[in-house]
């Protein structure tokens, strides 16, 4: 499986940025896909999972600011990020998972929040 990530950038403290990330190859129906983040110095953590059957998990530092979202029919997933923090500088990466190897990785994406 591979996954291209977009949309990263730079955005003021406050402002908002939509991630997108498309997954192909031996995909299948039912899977995970989402996005962990990384920042300098830090251990990758979960921002946000979603399932194909639509069922979401966040982490407690993005509820409420953080949306996820899915086109099954594309093979893509969606984070909608707005009420950024300059604590919310890291690299995104997205996620593949289904039942039949282990997880896939993209290859990152960065995003910087100014103060």
């Known amino acids: 499986v591979q996954l291209v990530e977009s949309g990263g950038g730079l955005v003021q403290a406050g402002g908002s940025l939509r991630l997108s990330c498309a997954a192909s190859?031996?995909?299948?129906?039912?899977?995970?896909m989402g996005w962990y983040r990384q920042a300098p110095g830090k251990e990758r953590e979960l921002v946000a999972t979603i399932t194909s059957g639509g069922n979401t998990n966040f982490a407690d530092s993005v509820k409420g600011r953080f949306t996820i979202s899915r086109d099954n029919a594309k093979n893509t997933v969606y984070l909608e990020m707005n009420s950024l923090k300059p604590e919310d500088t890291a690299v995104y990466y997205c996620?593949?998972?289904?039942?039949?190897?282990?997880?896939?990785w993209g290859r990152g994406t960065l995003v910087t929040v100014s103060s």
């Open positions: 190859g031996r995909t299948r129906s039912v899977n995970l």
């Open positions: 996620l593949y998972g289904d039942t039949s190897s282990k997880p896939n």
